[in-house]
């Protein structure tokens, strides 16, 4: 079969996207769009490849010659790009996430349904060397039915904010409330178990002086308790503590397993502790085994970024495309299941932290109640139904905020 021919919208972080298909045998890249006309040309001389053609508009790009659009635009602006390309007949991989509100969820969801064609939602972390073993090893019934677990993302991202937000007191980061960035704490779990969200209750941090020195109006990190339709029980914490984490654990009643922390330095997401019994309800001894689980096309994902897993978002989704039935994607429904217990948390939060229902928007009934709903924290999206992103309130910072995060701009 024909290599697929792939456009990139979003030539920062499509960047990895677009590095694959240079590298790939299965894809190529063919058109990358971005409205920042500076980032298309640097990345013109270090692609140097005359076989990419270059927007920046994407009514232009839209109309080039591809099978597939990878969206690595703003994360809360894929669900409209998405919406439009699945109506022009082209496959989508959408970065994180995959909407800004209810209305935008109904919409994707039909959109895919009406198109039949591929929808792909990249959350990479899935895909990290540990909790992708950990899927494999539930599948099998090593650890039994799933009773309780954690995951954590926890990214000071202080450092870099200036340049990740344009020290602009509008860009979505500094406007998300403290739940919205939630799949790469509770992604990992849905993709493992399979199950299905139905309730969740949610919390949010107070406003700490880095969100001050930031200029980010939300609490600083938010938590997701998750029940899931067997009756287990999930903890999702994500957002800007002081130290980084990236973990996973997980139970069964059959056992436990779960990633090495970041500090004991023995490798991370990418290293997997398993402790599990043969029989459910038989406690033995501990039995611990403690490895560095490999993929099927470890030596190519080497180097990619986020532990190799950038590689497999796009190694999936091509290979789905070229007719491998058992490729690996997570469809539009998982990625809802995904991200609607963060979207549920914050109106929970709002309730002052009511347990809230989480709707199967696998149903047309179910759907209807949302079709018209674009409550969220994002002004541009929401209209007469914006709630701000901190529950005590609106919160403006000074210009001065700004300014000075200008002054910290990597030019």
């Avoid at 948390?345 to 209807?368: H, Q």
């Amino acid at each position: 079969m024909n290599k697929i021919k792939v456009g990139v919208l979003g030539v920062q972080r499509g960047a990895s996207m677009v590095r694959y298909c240079l590298e790939a045998g299965n894809a190529q890249v063919v058109a990358i769009c971005d409205k920042w006309a500076e980032g298309l040309e640097k990345k013109k001389k270090e692609f140097n490849d005359d076989s990419i053609t270059y927007y920046t508009d994407f009514e232009d790009f839209i109309k080039h010659d591809m099978d597939a659009v990878v969206l690595a635009n703003y994360a809360h602006e894929h669900a409209p790009f998405a919406i439009r390309c699945l109506k022009e007949g082209k496959h989508v991989l959408s970065e994180v996430l995959p909407c800004a509100n209810m209305k935008e969820a109904v919409e994707l969801i039909e959109a895919v349904e009406e198109s039949g064609k591929v929808y792909a939602y990249a959350e990479n972390y899935c895909f990290m060397s540990a909790p992708y073993e950990m899927k494999k090893l539930y599948r099998q019934g090593k650890i039994g039915e799933f009773e309780y677990g954690e995951g954590e993302y926890i990214h000071n991202c202080e450092s870099g904010w200036a340049n990740l937000t344009d020290a602009d007191p509008n860009h979505w980061r500094n406007n998300m409330p403290s739940t919205f960035y939630c799949t790469h704490s509770i992604g990992p779990i849905v993709h493992i178990t399979g199950l299905r969200p139905i309730k969740v209750t949610g919390y949010e941090s107070g406003m700490v002086t880095r969100s001050r020195r930031m200029g980010r109006k939300s609490g600083q990190f938010g938590i997701e308790m998750i029940e899931f339709e067997n009756g287990g029980i999930y903890k999702s914490v994500h957002g800007g503590l002081y130290k980084n984490s990236v973990w996973y654990c997980v139970y069964g009643s059959k056992g436990r397993m779960e990633s090495a922390r970041e500090d004991a330095q023995v490798g991370g997401v990418g290293k997997i502790y398993v402790n599990a019994d043969e029989y459910d309800g038989q406690y033995e001894r501990d039995i611990i085994e403690c490895y560095d689980p490999a993929h099927e096309v470890s030596e190519q994902s080497a180097d990619f970024g986020h532990g190799g897993s950038d590689y497999y978002i796009m190694y999936n989704f091509v290979e789905k495309l070229r007719g491998r039935e058992d490729a690996d994607i997570i469809d539009v429904y998982e990625a809802m299941d995904m991200f609607l217990p963060g979207q549920f948390a914050y109106t929970s939060i709002v309730e002052g932290g009511v347990p809230v229902e989480i709707p199967n928007l696998r149903s047309k009934e179910e759907r209807d109640r949302y079709r018209n709903d674009t409550t969220c924290c994002f002004k541009d999206k929401a209209g007469d139904m914006y709630i701000p992103s901190y529950s005590k309130g609106e919160v403006e910072f000074p210009e001065s905020v700004y300014e000075e995060l200008k002054k910290k701009i990597d030019k």
